[in-house]
């Protein structure tokens, strides 16, 4: 059966940029440390152009710090590449565990999110719904990662 | 739905790694299977059976038959 998983190669390599990238995260939210210290300002075209009054409708080009979007692009990629590597000893059973994982951690985020729906409002809820945008794969993995781990006992 | 693996393994005298490698699949994968921790896939319960050398009804069963 062909699960469509990506090699086992790419299994550590992914592992260390996603705890890495994750713990960088955690971090960043829950302490006074900013990534504005570390400049990489690209400017970039404003495809959308959203009435943001941070932005500005008719500006084409925008100048951005861009160091959060790569922390945030290493954390979903290498998350993907991490939760759908192959195991070492990848058979039907660890794929079970890997949808059961995926289940588990959909289920628990939408229920929180749910509940915070009716109880959050303003700036707090957007910063709701920044978390929980990365939270299902954190979830995702390292719930997989535990069931794994206490399988091969 | 319960399942005789242990039984016919111990009758064919295969350790559980032994079938493990036999059909390609862990060790504890087959813990899991004899312990109706997890239901095998149809193509994994036929392997089963073709290494124990018998029916997949013979194998596996509903809990009220």
């Known amino acids: 059966m062909n699960n469509h998983l990506l090699s086992t190669r790419w299994l550590i390599p992914s592992g260390i940029v996603f705890y890495g990238s994750t713990i960088i995260g955690i971090l960043l939210m829950t302490s006074t440390i900013t990534l504005d210290t570390v400049i990489l300002e690209v400017s970039i075209p404003n495809l959308f152009k959203l009435d943001d009054p941070l932005v500005g409708q008719n500006q084409t080009w925008i100048k951005n710090n861009w160091m959060d979007e790569i922390l945030g692009f290493l954390l979903s990629f290498s998350g993907l590449m991490h939760g759908f590597s192959a195991e070492s000893d990848e058979d039907e059973y660890a794929n079970f565990l890997r949808f059961q994982a995926l289940k588990w951690s959909l289920v628990i985020n939408y229920s929180l999110l749910t509940l915070i729906s009716v109880f959050v409002y303003g700036f707090a809820y957007w910063q709701v719904i920044l978390i929980s945008m990365y939270s299902v794969l954190v979830t995702f993995v390292v719930w997989f990662r535990i069931s794994i781990i206490r399988h091969r006992r | ?65």
């Open chain 2, 1 to 65: 739905m319960k399942n005789n693996i242990r039984v016919n393994r111990a009758t064919n005298k295969i350790s559980q790694d032994d079938l493990a490698k036999l059909v390609g699949v862990s060790r504890q994968t087959i813990n899991a299977i004899e312990n109706n921790k997890y239901y095998p896939s149809l193509e994994l319960g036929l392997k089963l059976s073709k290494i124990l050398k018998c029916s997949v009804n013979e194998l596996f069963s509903l809990d009220d038959e």
